[in-house]
């Protein structure tokens, strides 16, 4: 597998985007609608829950049904649904994107290291709903070539952010919704202080997600206290879970 490496990572992934296009037109034709993510009001913190078999920082978590999965996520409360395709750290693929996308009846996020267009397609073509950006990984020409993209396919791009230093590279494309990942992705630490102080600086004409880094509903109630954001991307945790149902249930119990 290799250090974990997001120029490495970009560079396998384009010399990949041959195989990724025969498999976009080996894909069936999209019959799913595209699903908005609900945006937080106040009350009832909104739950992007994660399917994630496996992480750079973890190694291999859980071997489970994507679907399965999925569908005990909503029956937890979770408003949309987060599937991890990256083979390389993740152990994750398309097929796990459209058994999900398949069976929810929820917005679905393709969480991919995105760097071609072939990847977008495929995520259109498996039932993404959004489709994540990370931009620390892309130029600007890449960022906005990929952004338009994906919304031209209706579908919803999640920027991804972890410094409050790159908004200036993010803000010029007007997103509607912004991703603060707490994870590092030099180091793979979780700098909670760092990203809270990244969503404290986005403004507040922007939906606002904490990525990482929940473990516990206290966890949830702090984010919300110290930044305001009540939107929450939630995988490890609840992939450790033995009832993440259940879990599901106390982290957006915040009172």
Not at 47 to 52: G, L, R, S, Y
Not at 173 to 194: A, F, H, Y
Request: hydrophobic share 40%; charged share 20%.
């Amino acid at each position: 597998m290799g250090k974990f490496s997001l120029a490495g990572i970009k560079q396998m992934k384009k010399n990949n985007r041959n195989s990724v296009a025969r498999l976009a037109q080996a894909l069936p034709h999209r019959k799913r609608d595209v699903y908005s993510l609900p945006m937080y009001d106040g009350t009832r913190p909104v739950c992007i829950a994660e399917v994630k078999k496996a992480s750079p920082s973890e190694g291999p978590i859980r071997h489970v049904s994507p679907a399965g999965q999925a569908e005990m996520y909503m029956a937890g409360g979770a408003s949309a649904v987060s599937v991890l395709v990256d083979d390389i750290y993740f152990s994750g693929s398309f097929d796990d994107m459209s058994a999900v996308s398949a069976r929810v009846q929820a917005p679905v996020l393709c969480k991919e290291f995105i760097c071609t267009p072939e990847q977008v397609e495929a995520a259109w073509l498996t039932g993404a709903d959004l489709v994540l950006l990370i931009v620390k990984m892309l130029e600007d020409d890449e960022l906005a070539e990929l952004y338009s993209q994906i919304a031209s396919l209706g579908m919803t791009p999640l920027v991804e952010i972890h410094h409050e230093s790159e908004l200036e590279r993010v803000l010029p494309i007007s997103p509607p919704t912004l991703m603060v990942n707490m994870r590092n992705l030099d180091t793979l630490n979780i700098d909670m202080n760092t990203g809270m102080q990244t969503l404290r600086a986005i403004p507040s004409s922007i939906h606002k997600i904490s990525a990482s880094g929940i473990q516990s509903r206290e966890d949830i109630q702090r984010v919300i206290e110290h930044t305001g954001a009540g939107t929450f991307l939630v995988g490890t945790a609840l992939m450790k879970s033995e009832n993440p149902q259940l879990l599901l249930q106390e982290l957006t119990d915040v009172r």
